[in-house]
C-alpha cells in the first residue's frame, strides 16, 4: 500500500516539494483533475480508514506529472502527456482531450483558408511559410516532396494521379538516395509511393486522425496502452545499460519518451482499425523475447557495433519469425487496388 503522505514525503525527500502538507493538496489536486488514480480504501469506519493507491508505479507518475507542470503548465496537456508517458489516465479523458486538440489543429488550418481560396493554393502558401523557417533542410526546399507531405496529411481529397510526374519522382528517390537503373524500378518505385502516401493519407491525415481516436473504445486504448507500457519496459530497460543516471529520465528524455508513446500508440491503433492488432502484438512479443536472449555486455557490443548482430542465428531466426508476421497484411491489398477501410 502506498499512501498519499509517503508520495508527498518521498517527493520532499527528493526535491520536488518542499512542504509535505502542500504537496500532499498538491496530489489530491492532482488525482480530482485525473492525473493520478483514485485512491483505495481499506479499513473500517469506526476504526479509521486507510486511502492508498496499490499501482508500484504511482510515485513515478507523480513525479511525472509535477515535471510536466514545469514543461506545458496547461492541465489538458499534462494529463494526455501523462498518459503517452504510459502512467494510468481515465480512456474516457483522454479520448475527449485528445480529439478536442486534434479539432483544435483541424479548425486552425481551416482559419488559413482564404475566401474563394483551392486547397491546392492553401498548402503551396503554407509550404512556403515553413520553408522559410526552414531554409537548410534538403527535404523542406524540396518543393514536390513538400507539396506531397502537405496534402497526405490536410488534403482528405488526396490523389496519387495529381502528383504522378516522373520527372519529380525520379527527382524524389535522389533525395533519398534510391537508384533506378530501369523503367521496372521506376514502375515499381511509383506503385511504393503511391502505397505508403495512399495509406498514410487514410490514416493519418488530420481528419482521419480526429475521425480515429473519437470512434476508439475504451477496451481499445487500454488495450494500446498495456501494449505501450510492455515496449516502454524494453526501452528503459536499453536506456539503463547506457545511463549514468538510470534512475530518472531527464526532461529531455521524457518528451522524447512520450512521442515515441505517442506514436506507438497512434501506430497501434491503425493496426487495430485495418484488423492487424495481433500481428502487431505478436511482433512486439517477439522483439520482447528477441532482447531478453541478450545479455547486458552483448547488447552494450551490439548497440556500438550493429553489424555484428547481423549473423547471429537468435538474429536471423527472429528477422524470418517478424517478415512471415507481416505477410498478406492489408498494405498488400492496397497495391492491388482492392483495400477496404474496416472500422474499429
Not at 496499490?54 to 498518459?83: C, G, M
Not at 498495456?226 to 536506456?239: E, F, M, Q
Request: net charge neutral; proline share 2%.
Amino acid at each position: 500500500m502506498i499512501t498519499p503522505t509517503y508520495i508527498a514525503q518521498d517527493m520532499v525527500r527528493s526535491g520536488y516539494a518542499s512542504d509535505e502538507d502542500r504537496c500532499k493538496r498538491l496530489l489530491t489536486d492532482w488525482r480530482q483533475k485525473g492525473l493520478l488514480p483514485e485512491l483505495k480504501e481499506k479499513g473500517r469506519q469506526h476504526h479509521g480508514k486507510i486511502h492508498y493507491w496499490d499501482d508500484p508505479e504511482i510515485a513515478n507518475q507523480a513525479i511525472t506529472v509535477y515535471k510536466l507542470f514545469k514543461i506545458y503548465h496547461r492541465s489538458e496537456w499534462v494529463i494526455l502527456s501523462t498518459w503517452f508517458a504510459g502512467y494510468y489516465v481515465s480512456p474516457n479523458k483522454v479520448r475527449e482531450i485528445w480529439a478536442k486538440n486534434l479539432q483544435v489543429l483541424i479548425n486552425d488550418f481551416k482559419k488559413q483558408i482564404r475566401r474563394n481560396e483551392e486547397m491546392g493554393d492553401v498548402l503551396s502558401r503554407l509550404d512556403r511559410q515553413i520553408q522559410r523557417k526552414h531554409k537548410k533542410s534538403p527535404f523542406i526546399r524540396h518543393e514536390y516532396f513538400m507539396s506531397l507531405l502537405s496534402n497526405i496529411f490536410f488534403n482528405h481529397e488526396y490523389r496519387f494521379e495529381d502528383f504522378d510526374d516522373e520527372t519529380e519522382i525520379k527527382a524524389l528517390l535522389t533525395l533519398f538516395s534510391i537508384t533506378i537503373n530501369n523503367n521496372k524500378d521506376l514502375i515499381e518505385a511509383r506503385i511504393g509511393i503511391k502505397t505508403i502516401t495512399q495509406f498514410l493519407n487514410q490514416h493519418c491525415s488530420l481528419t482521419a486522425r480526429n475521425e480515429l481516436i473519437k470512434s476508439c473504445s475504451d477496451q481499445i486504448l487500454l488495450q494500446v496502452h498495456s501494449d505501450w507500457r510492455k515496449a516502454k519496459n524494453l526501452l528503459l530497460w536499453i536506456y539503463q545499460i547506457f545511463s549514468s543516471n538510470s534512475s530518472e529520465l531527464s526532461n529531455n528524455e521524457l518528451k522524447f519518451m512520450i512521442f515515441v508513446g505517442n506514436s506507438f500508440i497512434f501506430i497501434a491503433l491503425i493496426m487495430n482499425k485495418i484488423g492487424c492488432g495481433s500481428k502487431f502484438i505478436k511482433a512486439l512479443n517477439e522483439c520482447s523475447d528477441f532482447l531478453i536472449s541478450i545479455d547486458v555486455i552483448e547488447m552494450r557490443d551490439i548497440i556500438q557495433d550493429p553489424s555484428s548482430i547481423y549473423d547471429d542465428e537468435r538474429f536471423i531466426n527472429f528477422q524470418k519469425k517478424i517478415v512471415s508476421l507481416w505477410e498478406n497484411t492489408p498494405m498488400d491489398e492496397i497495391e492491388k487496388g482492392q483495400f477496404e477501410n474496416p472500422r474499429i
